[in-house]
Structures are given as structure tokens and as C-alpha cells.
């Protein structure tokens, strides 16, 4: 089986996926479980200054995006 994402705007498909096994999500929670174990070991540090690398980086999408004419 598959699902889509639709453009609620303009009720296009954006992409379909296939489903996921249950081996796959078995294995995405283990991913994310040890990321976040990782994670939580990070200094605060460097949690802070990653957190705004990532609002840097969507800023810049954002006024990038903004400036495309359609």
C-alpha cells in the first residue's frame, strides 16, 4: 500500500510513499532513541549553538522562498 501528501491549496499529490514494515519503524524508533541518548549527552553548549545554526538556516530559506515569483 501507499499514501500521499496533498497540497491542501491546490489538492495536488506532492509525493506518495510506500508504507513502512514493521522491521522499518522498528528500526526508525531505535534510530531515534539513540540519537536522542546522544543527544541528551551533548553539552548544552553545543545544543544551543546547533538549535541556531538550524533557525539560521530556515531564516535564509524563508527569504529565499519569499522571493521567488510565481
Known amino acids: 500500500m501507499t499514501y500521499q ?3 491542501p491549496y491546490t489538492n495536488e499529490t506532492v509525493a506518495t510513499f510506500a508504507d513502512a ?4 519503524v522498528d528500526a526508525a524508533i531505535a534510530a531515534a532513541h539513540g ?3 546522544a543527544w ?3 553539552p ?3 545544543r544551543t549553538a546547533v538549535l541556531a545554526k538550524a ?3 530556515l531564516r535564509a ?3 529565499v522562498k ?3 515569483v510565481v
Do not use: C, G, H, P
Request: charged letters at 30%.
Open 44 to 46: 548544552f553548549s553545543t
Open 21 to 24: 514494515t514493521l522491521e522499518e
Open 66 to 68: 519569499s522571493q521567488v
Open 55 to 57: 533557525a539560521e538556516l
Open 5 to 7: 501528501t496533498i497540497n
Open 61 to 63: 530559506d524563508k527569504r
Open 35 to 37: 540519537a536522542f541518548l
Open 40 to 42: 541528551r549527552e551533548t
